[in-house]
């Protein structure tokens, strides 16, 4: 940790390693802080796996992850644009859940221009899904 810079040496004890109070105490605080979750959380409300997390909403640049080495933290701020996005918005992955079908399926329909995505994102795009276009697919197939 300290040779992530998380942690500060004190470098009056060059023989042996001392963490000033005040470094553990920083740490601490950005562990207990409210602006920032463990990936974990954060996967939990996204309704996906940690793994999806960092495929989806990481590479696409809506979400970066601090690693603290044994904690890996995402902002709440940023969990809570994604939870707002998801309200118009699904993935390609939740839109099969939805309709029932494998995974493909979906890729199937947009191949064939009945369903139309949307790529977010910055990096490695995202492609997502009007919640209300795949809600009218399934309607229309019961």
């Excluded at 309704?47 to 992850?65: A, I, P, R």
Aim: proline fraction near 4%; charge should be positive.
């Amino acid at each position: 940790m300290i040779k992530k810079g998380i942690l500060v040496k004190d470098t009056n004890y060059p023989l042996s390693i001392k963490i000033p109070k005040v470094s553990v105490l920083r740490l601490k605080h950005k562990l207990l802080s409210e602006n920032s979750i463990s990936t974990k959380q954060a996967a939990k409300l996204l309704n996906c796996s940690v793994n999806w997390l960092g495929e989806y909403w990481c590479k696409s640049g809506f979400l970066t992850v601090e690693n603290l080495v044994y904690w890996k933290l995402v902002q709440q701020k940023d969990v809570d644009e994604v939870l707002k996005l998801k309200e118009t918005y699904m993935t390609g992955a939740e839109a099969s859940k939805l309709l029932g079908m494998p995974h493909s399926h979906i890729t199937n329909l947009q191949t064939q221009g009945l369903i139309q995505p949307i790529y977010l994102g910055t990096g490695s795009p995202i492609r997502l899904f009007k919640r209300s276009d795949v809600q009218c697919m399934k309607n229309r197939n019961p």
